[in-house]
């Protein structure tokens, strides 16, 4: 039975909320910052979340073994997208990247036993999103961009000197 997320934090578990990051560059970085604020966004996760039920969930019993959460699964699938990564280093990033745990709700201080993802397990649900769910799922997300990031001025437009 997949959750959309494990809403009772773990002793030890550090919150999505909380992923810091320092002024980068890096693009993992970047995308990183913007998973945390659309996570942060209750009505966009949830239109995201409901995507991804409608499509994993949808004929599905609710019982049975637990699977892998829904925002995991979502960050997994934007990170391995946007980097154009290899399910080898997406299995490395979803193990070893603090930034890319702490995003994605399984990071743990230091101390706490870790959570680790086996390789076939990443494979087995990041292929489950198809185009037509990406597509969806990039529509939701550019209307937040637009919507609750870059804030409409001046006659409503957008335009390159607005950023």
Same mark, same amino acid.
């Given at each position: 039975?997949?959750? +959309?997320?494990?809403?009772? =934090? ?9 992923? @810091? ?7 993992? $970085?970047?995308?990183?910052? /913007? ?13 995201? *979340?409901?995507?991804?039920? /409608? ?8 019982? #049975? =073994? ?10 997994? /699938?934007?990170? +391995?997208?946007?980097?154009?990564? @290899? ?6 990033? /979803? ?5 890319? =745990?702490?995003?994605?709700? $399984? ?8 959570? *680790?993802?086996?390789?076939?397990? *990443?494979? !087995?649900? $990041?292929?489950?999103?198809?185009? %037509? ?6 529509? $939701?997300?550019? @209307?937040?961009?637009? #919507? %609750?990031?870059?804030?409409?001025? =001046?006659?409503? @437009? *957008?335009?390159?000197? !607005?950023?």
């Amino acid at each position: 039975m997949r959750k +959309r997320f494990e809403p009772q =934090r773990e002793l030890g578990q550090l919150l999505i909320e909380d992923t @810091s990051t320092l002024r980068s560059r890096d693009g993992m $970085v970047s995308l990183v910052v /913007a998973l945390r604020e659309l996570y942060k966004n209750k009505e966009y996760r949830d239109r995201i *979340l409901d995507i991804l039920e /409608a499509k994993l969930l949808t004929g599905k019993p609710r019982t #049975g =073994r637990p699977g892998m959460d829904l925002w995991p699964l979502f960050v997994l /699938a934007q990170i +391995r997208l946007s980097k154009q990564l @290899s399910y080898d280093e997406l299995h490395t990033q /979803a193990n070893y990247n603090t930034l890319v =745990r702490q995003v994605m709700g $399984v990071e743990r201080e230091p101390g706490f036993e870790k959570i *680790l993802f086996p390789y076939q397990t *990443l494979v !087995d649900n $990041v292929c489950l999103l198809d185009d %037509a769910t990406l597509k969806q799922i990039n529509d $939701v997300i550019v @209307s937040f961009g637009h #919507g %609750a990031v870059f804030k409409k001025k =001046r006659n409503g @437009s *957008l335009t390159t000197q !607005d950023r």
